[in-house]
């Protein structure tokens, strides 16, 4: 560059650099150290559903689906998106240089010399934006916020998931039984088909009577088919669930009914609020409050300060010029038309859409809660009935109606009926297991409590 810097020149580019010092500080300090990989199946292994001919248990269930849910991957890379977002948020406006040459006089030329003694007058120029009203800190704190919303969000989502994880495994898990009450009924068919056939032969049965036998079991393959079919669906859904791919058409899961006395806490306050979605919706809350404050901020205008070295020597082709010569600037913009209160409005509108947000999901948590309650309970009285008083009831008319058959003593009607409620009872039977099971699990999830607590929102 055709001119030198004077001790003046210098000392007003040492300036600009200490006022853009804060900024290089600030990101070489950076956010914490970031969240391991979302993908965190690819540390603890892939995603693969089990091998060929292994059982499934629903603690293994749960496990896969903590590992491979594609639900709480996505959750996990907001994290870290968010702390790459408070990274953002703590650098400070850079430095602008300027560097030009003015005054070029083609007729005249630039004269003879050195690049220092040409005929041109050269100009160097450092600006650097300062931000006021304590917007740089606001933005930090916002993101910063922003990002503990996000970690209160995995915790919901992973609560939820693992939720219909455990839902979708026990709903399998019922499948699979209805299928085996299917099997052990057609077992018990074929043996009455064989002793029929014989009774048959020997003239104490009627053909009709078999016939109508023959018949009832075609009805229950029938229903055995829809009921692979619903489970081969189940099993299917829960590998979805879970985050594997296939259908678990080769895996066997285990039926680990939760005891029916298990005891469960009652519902408290506290309880309430320290929910993962209560805490991801009052860290939302504080999240907007933060982004208002920074809106608000933005109607204060920030300046830009400058500092400028011109070199325009004297020369007998220009006698005008001024030698070295320095200058500073200070730039103010002029809220004239706006003073950004479009944003501070709308920065207003979100802060109030996260509270009433908050107090939905506050209130939808409370009565969820006494809901799972009341089904819970529910479900348990009707288990315990179908155990205790329903279930034997069938087991005997039917073990009377297959010994009175077997003597001759009633009519193939009579059997069918007695096997047909048999069937349907032992159905209903599993059925209220996993209604109750499932109860269970969703009221557990529901009392579920987020590990870093409840945030804190300002006030309007």
Not at 74 to 83: F, H, K, T
Not at 103 to 113: D, E, K, L, V
Not at 301 to 319: C, K, L
């Amino acid at each position: 560059m055709p001119f030198v810097f004077s001790r003046i020149a210098v000392g007003a580019l040492l300036l600009l650099g200490v006022l853009a010092r804060p900024a290089a500080i600030l990101a070489a300090e950076g956010p914490a150290d970031p969240l391991p990989s979302a993908d965190s199946a690819d540390a603890a292994g892939p995603c693969v559903p089990p091998p060929a001919g292994a059982t499934l248990t629903l603690a293994q269930a749960r496990l896969d689906a903590l590992r491979c849910n594609r639900d709480i991957i996505a959750a996990r890379r907001g994290v870290e998106a968010s702390q790459a977002d408070i990274q953002i948020a703590s650098q400070r406006p850079n430095p602008v240089l300027s560097l030009g040459v003015t005054n070029i006089n083609p007729h005249a030329g630039i004269g003879s010399g050195n690049l220092r003694s040409k005929t041109v007058d050269s100009t160097l120029r450092v600006d650097q934006l300062i931000e006021t009203a304590n917007k740089g800190g606001l933005r930090v704190d916002a993101a910063r916020k922003a990002s503990a919303a996000a970690g209160e969000v995995v915790q919901a989502v992973v609560a939820q998931q693992s939720a219909a994880a455990e839902q979708a495994f026990y709903d399998a898990v019922v499948s699979q039984e209805r299928v085996a009450v299917f099997k052990e009924m057609l077992a018990l068919y074929d043996r009455t088909r064989q002793a029929s056939e014989t009774r048959l032969k020997a003239g104490d049965v009627s053909r009709a009577d078999v016939t109508k036998l023959q018949l009832d079991a075609l009805r229950a393959q029938s229903d055995m088919r829809q009921a692979m079919t619903d489970h081969a669906r189940d099993k299917a859904q829960l590998a979805q669930a879970m985050g594997v791919p296939g259908t678990l058409a080769g895996n066997r899961l285990v039926a680990d009914w939760p005891p029916l006395d298990t005891p469960v806490p009652q519902v408290d306050p506290d309880t309430l609020q320290r929910r993962p979605d209560v805490t991801a919706a009052e860290a939302r809350l504080a999240a907007a409050a933060a982004a208002r404050d920074l809106a608000r901020a933005g109607r204060v205008p920030d300046v830009t300060v400058g500092a400028q070295a011109e070199h325009y020597p004297v020369s007998a082709t220009n006698t005008n010029g001024s030698g070295n010569s320095y200058g500073v600037f200070l730039t103010i913009p002029l809220y004239v038309r706006h003073s950004n209160g479009g944003e501070a409005r709308r920065a207003e509108v979100d802060y109030y859409a996260a509270l009433d947000d908050r107090n939905r999901v506050l209130l939808e948590a409370g009565n969820e809660m006494e809901r799972l309650r009341s089904q819970l309970e529910a479900a348990r009285q009707s288990l315990r009935q179908m155990r205790d008083d329903v279930l034997p009831a069938a087991e005997s008319v039917a073990g009377s109606a297959e010994f009175a058959y077997g003597k001759g003593a009633t009519g193939v009607l009579d059997l069918l009926d007695a096997r047909r409620a048999l069937r349907q009872t032992r159905l209903d039977s599993v059925s209220a297991q996993g209604d109750y099971a499932k109860a269970l699990s969703a009221y557990r999830a529901a009392l579920q409590t987020s590990t870093t607590g409840t945030a804190t929102s300002s006030r309007p």
